[in-house]
């Protein structure tokens, strides 16, 4: 018999197929002691685990390229801290084995980070994915990972690390199903990076049993579990629809009575370059930076190093805007040689642009690095700080931009509830602004971004992020300056109208979003969008908001 499961849907598309559940390894080891003459072997084994699954992490990131290789790396960079191993060495010296000081170890920086604040519960995924391929490899049993499978199958996890979504099969996986995670977490980026179906924050997902036939909307968020013969082919249908509305549609973004909305790409690096420029993006909105600082985290990468990786991608789009972010490091992103390790709540403190202003060696060296890049390329360079607060952050990243000799628009994100409210302020020292909504709604709300119990707050559709949204395309309005929305809200081709309608003036997302968001507006006219953008601001709940809006672009 049908039935109907919501969860959160994160990346487009219809996935029909039966039911494979991710493996994982072995949790918890024996707890055994060890002779004291057996340590030395046992570190060793430790430290030769710990340096392989350090070395298949980042082989998976070349072999995935651009946003997922920094995830990657990210990755590896916490299975090698330097403090976790010292603590598996002195575990293991007073008795454990290798893989149960392993596991006590990371257990302990589990605890450490809740009692931070959870700013990092987000990572709870990465974290014990990074543990459970550490003791598979010394208990000498399978590594977690996707199924094994010759036939094509909807693929249902507690929640996915990001070295397994980095390199799906999307022959195989036709879509992912998860209990937890939220609408902005890794695995949710990445879904919609590959083009796979996918829905997060379902309760129950992993009693769906092995087999079972499931339709999954990436779209709406709905689950049904043994579609009817009539379900099926309605879903197929309207796959069918939106495919052939995808191919029609191309050219820049623009409203059906010609309102321009430029439609740009997120990359992450040099390997996202193809597929941006594949999906008709009219540029990039967010060339996010951190994929070079994670090779090695105790030192800045070389200028020669950062110019290579910078051309690469300023060079694909002859004539078109890129926008550039310099080094967000901090919270989640931590670097040995920038960031504080002993913050009591990393998420409020020293990230993003305080961290280059606390080292103006390593803004400069950037900085100088992107102007070199630049050098005779037929490119309209912009520059952006993330974190901006207020209009002395905002002068100071300006000033060190003139500084550096960097002929190029400077522009602050939006991610601070303050810089949206004093959006006029900080417009008089830098020229446009860019709205990073994922932690603008984590800021908002005081809600973790990668946590799904709070994910109905980190909904872009909740009117009090539209009201900041529109506060600051209204600033920049005034200004005569441009705002734009590079978080992932702009991948929601409904969303993408009513941001249309709320003032904003270009929209970046990944690539596979592109031909949706570009169809959607193409039937609509401005004016369709501008009221849908009043009546989502009129509701109480983003999903009223949701449902307003499409009640007005429906025409119902």
């Given at each position: 018999m049908e039935t109907t499961l919501r969860g959160v849907g994160v990346s487009h598309g219809v996935a029909i197929g039966e039911v494979r559940h991710m493996g994982t390894a072995v949790l918890e080891p024996p707890a055994k002691q060890i002779p004291a003459d057996e340590a030395e072997r046992e570190q060793g084994r430790a430290r030769q685990a710990v340096e392989a699954v350090a070395a298949d992490l980042i082989a998976r990131g070349n072999l995935a390229g651009g946003e997922a290789q920094a995830v990657l790396e990210a990755q590896a960079l916490m299975a090698q801290d330097p403090?976790?191993?010292?603590?598996?060495?002195?575990?293991?010296?007073?008795?454990?084995?290798?893989?149960?000081?392993?596991?006590?170890?990371?257990?302990?920086?589990?605890a450490l980070l809740a009692g931070a604040g959870e700013y990092l519960a987000g990572r709870v995924a990465d974290l014990d994915d990074v543990r459970n391929r550490i003791v598979a490899r010394l208990l000498g049993v399978p590594m977690p990972g996707v199924p094994d499978s010759d036939e094509p199958y909807v693929l249902i996890a507690r929640d996915?690390?990001?070295?397994?979504?980095?390199?799906?099969?999307?022959?195989?996986?036709l879509g992912f199903v998860t209990e937890e995670g939220g609408p902005t977490s890794h695995s949710a980026?990445?879904?919609?990076?590959?083009?796979?179906?996918?829905?997060v924050a379902l309760p129950g997902a992993g009693e769906l049993v092995e087999g079972t036939v499931i339709a999954v909307d990436g779209s709406t968020g709905e689950i049904f579990v043994e579609p009817s013969a009539e379900k099926r082919a309605e879903m197929e249908r309207a796959a069918a629809e939106r495919k052939a509305a995808l191919a029609a549609s191309?050219?820049?973004?623009?409203?059906?009575?010609?309102?321009?909305?430029?439609?740009?790409?997120?990359?992450?690096?040099?390997?996202?370059?193809?597929?941006?420029?594949?999906?008709?993006?009219?540029?990039?909105?967010?060339?996010?930076?951190?994929?070079?600082?994670?090779d090695d985290s105790k030192k800045t990468p070389s200028v020669g190093k950062q110019v290579e990786a910078y051309r690469t991608v300023l060079a694909a789009f002859p004539e078109g805007r890129v926008v550039v972010r310099v080094l967000d490091a901090g919270a989640d992103k931590p670097l040995e040689f920038l960031t504080p390790a002993d913050e009591p709540n990393p998420a409020l403190g020293v990230r993003g642009l305080r961290t280059l202003l606390d080292h103006p060696d390593v803004l400069r060296t950037q900085l100088s690095a992107l102007a070199t890049a630049a050098e005779g390329l037929p490119v309209y360079l912009e520059v952006m700080a993330p974190m901006v607060a207020d209009r002395t952050d905002a002068k100071a990243f300006a000033d060190a931009c003139r500084e550096a000799g960097l002929r190029a628009k400077f522009g602050a994100m939006v991610e601070i509830p303050s810089a949206a409210l004093r959006a006029r302020s900080i417009l008089q020292e830098v020229e446009f602004l860019s709205l990073g909504t994922n932690d603008l709604a984590q800021y908002t709300f005081a809600a973790d971004r990668q946590v799904g119990a709070v994910s109905r707050l980190q909904d872009p559709w909740q009117p009090a992020l539209l009201d900041l949204v529109a506060m600051s395309a209204?600033?920049?309005?005034?200004?005569?300056?441009?705002?734009?929305?590079?978080?992932?809200?702009?991948?929601?081709?409904?969303?993408?109208?009513?941001?249309?309608?709320?003032?904003?003036?270009?929209?970046?997302?990944?690539?596979?979003?592109?031909?949706?968001?570009?169809?959607?507006?193409?039937?609509?006219?401005?004016?369709?969008?501008?009221?849908?953008a009043a009546a989502a601001r009129a509701?109480?709940?983003?999903?009223?908001?949701?449902a307003a809006a499409q009640a007005v672009l429906s025409g119902e």
């Open positions: 403090e976790l191993m010292a603590d598996v060495e002195r575990r293991i010296a007073v008795g454990s084995t290798a893989e149960r000081a392993v596991y006590d170890a990371f257990a302990a920086y589990r996915l690390a990001p070295a397994d979504t980095a390199l799906l099969d999307p022959t195989l996986v980026i990445l879904a919609r990076a590959l083009g796979v179906p996918a829905v191309s050219g820049p973004g623009a409203t059906s009575d010609g309102h321009k909305v430029p439609l740009l790409a997120n990359v992450g690096g040099p390997g996202d370059v193809a597929a941006a420029v594949g999906a008709g993006a009219e540029g990039v909105g967010l060339f996010r930076t951190e994929f070079l600082f994670l209204e600033a920049a309005k005034a200004e005569g300056k441009s705002c734009g929305v590079c978080g992932e809200a702009a991948s929601d081709p409904l969303l993408a109208c009513v941001l249309t309608g709320l003032g904003v003036t270009s929209l970046s997302m990944g690539a596979a979003s592109i031909p949706y968001v570009r169809a959607a507006l193409s039937k609509h006219t401005l004016a369709q969008c501008e009221r849908a509701a109480d709940t983003a999903e009223d908001a949701r």
